[in-house]
């Protein structure tokens, strides 16, 4: 595993070094659900900007003003996806502002994908299916493009009418799994749908009192995608059931600061 270049600062003391490293590593560790890797000019900003030599809005500027002025650097656009989402996480991260609701979950995906997907914060309207190495090969089934919209928006007013008072921590981890389990399951873009649920998901967190300043996400956003795939597939004939206990472990890990080992071998079926 490679060296976490933001780790020392999330052993500092101040707190807003803290928090901002946590938003790139966060930002960075993300990519890797679509196995993308950022180049060493998004680090080097990203550690200007932690170290408080530009602000979060200039570091953004300065990694969307690297690629639009010198177009060598577009040579691989799976890097300059890497960057630019990767700035766009880090700069929602460091936002206070969020609104539990549809409208807010698509505009994370607007923004994080704006000029990379034509379809960013479009609701997709074809159904799909992704050969999974977890699964062998096999497919999550997803949300019908037809019922989309329906779907997203009855997941929500069930979350938001849900009652976490008297709930014990492992219940509370237990009903947020099955939560961001479903959210991911509708798959209401055509691409980016992971990297969009952990961004809201953190921001949702915080509104449940959970300021999360660690790098579970960052060194294990794979495995967080493939436990997402396990909450959500089902194959009786081969004695398999759809479940949210790596989701569980990974919370636990996440919000409890927990040790579970978090391997991704472990979730193949």
């Given amino acids: 595993m490679e060296k976490d270049p933001f780790s020392e600062y999330l052993r500092e003391d101040e707190p807003d070094k803290v928090s901002k490293s946590y938003a790139w590593s966060t930002a960075i560790g993300l990519q890797k659900v679509d196995g993308l890797k950022p ?7 990203a550690i200007q900007n932690i170290e408080g030599k530009v602000t ?28 630019k989402v990767s700035s766009r996480i880090a700069e929602i991260l460091s936002e206070m502002a969020f609104s539990f609701s549809p409208n807010e979950y698509i505009a994370i995906h607007r923004r994080l994908f704006s000029g990379i997907y034509k379809h960013a914060g479009m609701i997709r309207d074809y159904n799909i299916s992704k050969k999974e190495w977890v699964l062998d090969g096999a497919t999550v089934i997803y949300g019908s493009a037809s019922e989309l919209k329906a779907t997203l928006e009855y997941d929500f007013s069930q979350e938001k009418n849900f009652s976490y008072k008297g709930l014990s921590m492992e219940e509370i981890i237990q009903h947020l799994a099955v939560f961001v389990s479903r959210l991911w399951q509708i798959h209401i873009f055509g691409e980016g749908n992971t990297r969009t649920t952990a961004v809201f998901f953190i921001k949702y967190l915080r509104t449940l009192g959970f300021f999360v300043t660690n790098d579970i996400f960052a060194e294990n956003s794979w495995y967080f995608r493939n436990a997402l795939v396990r909450a959500n597939y089902t194959n009786l004939k081969k004695g398999i059931h759809e479940t949210t206990k790596y989701l569980e472990l990974f919370l636990e890990n996440l919000l409890l600061d927990k040790k579970n080992e978090l391997h991704n071998r472990d979730l193949h079926v």
Avoid at 63 to 80: L, M
């Fill in 39 to 45: 180049s060493k000019y998004l680090i080097d900003t």
């Fill in 56 to 83: 979060m809005q200039e570091a953004q500027r300065l990694i969307e003003s690297y690629y639009k002025e010198k177009p060598a650097h577009t040579d691989n656009r799976r890097t300059e996806e890497a960057d």
